[in-house]
């Protein structure tokens, strides 16, 4: 059975850093692309972060470049969000998803954990 | 910035039939995914690659694709199916993960 475990979400103030963690278990990790996906209180489902099989190609949405990092350690079987600058507008719900991706025409999440909330305030 | 579009809410009586439309522009060259959200849970996977069901998965769930619109349907609507349903596709930029704004599904 497919399982991923996040962790590392808190309260933080705004230009703070927090570390988020995904533990896979279950199936072969680096078999798999990984993503970062946010929910924020009351909204939608916005994609944040992508990286490949062995990290050699991550991806970001706009509003994250150049504060958060996503990296992986194939070892550990886990999926890291390394979260710097931190603003109000970042605070949801993160989730770490499994992905299939067969480019240039097939990317979707078939695999959810259940989040860790990330607070950002004063 | 690519985007999908949804309507907000849809309402349906409980045995009729449901369908949830996406908008993209990027969707003639993009594969569509639904997933369905109940409060308090994570989403879960309905439909990937415009139309294939994950094991599991009802029936009555079923997913369509033409030019640039996606059409998730449920056929026979029950009380359970009563959820946020997001589509989800990427753009032919970057092939990551776009989502549509999301449809609140409520059973009459």
């Known amino acids: 059975e497919v399982q991923l475990v996040e962790s590392g979400g808190g309260v933080v103030r705004p230009g703070g850093s927090l570390r988020l963690s995904c533990a896979a278990s279950g199936f072969t990790f680096d078999d798999y692309d990984m993503s970062w996906v946010r929910q924020a209180p009351g909204k939608g489902l916005e994609w944040v972060s992508g990286?490949?099989?062995?990290?050699?190609?991550?991806h970001y949405v706009d509003s994250v470049k150049g504060r958060f990092t996503i990296s992986r350690d194939n070892a550990k079987n886990s999926l890291f969000l390394q979260m710097n600058s931190l603003r109000a507008e970042d605070t949801a719900l993160y989730y770490c998803a499994r992905v299939v991706a067969t480019r240039p025409s097939v990317y979707y999440f078939d695999s959810w954990g259940q989040g860790t909330l990330v607070t950002v305030s004063s | 910035s690519y985007e999908l579009t949804q309507p907000p809410s849809v309402s349906v009586s409980p045995g009729q039939t449901a369908r949830i439309s996406c908008s993209g522009d990027a969707l003639p060259k993009q594969y569509a995914s639904w997933y369905q959200q109940k409060p308090g849970q994570a989403p879960e996977l309905l439909i990937y690659?415009?139309?294939e069901r994950p094991s599991g998965i009802p029936e009555r769930f079923s997913g369509s694709s033409s030019g640039t619109i996606a059409t998730l349907t449920i056929t026979g609507v029950q009380a359970e199916d009563e959820a946020d349903y997001y589509c989800q596709s990427g753009d032919n930029s970057s092939t990551y993960g776009v989502f549509g704004g999301g449809t609140k599904v409520t059973v009459l």
């Open positions: 690659k415009d139309s």
């Open positions: 990286i490949d099989w062995n990290g050699g190609s991550t």
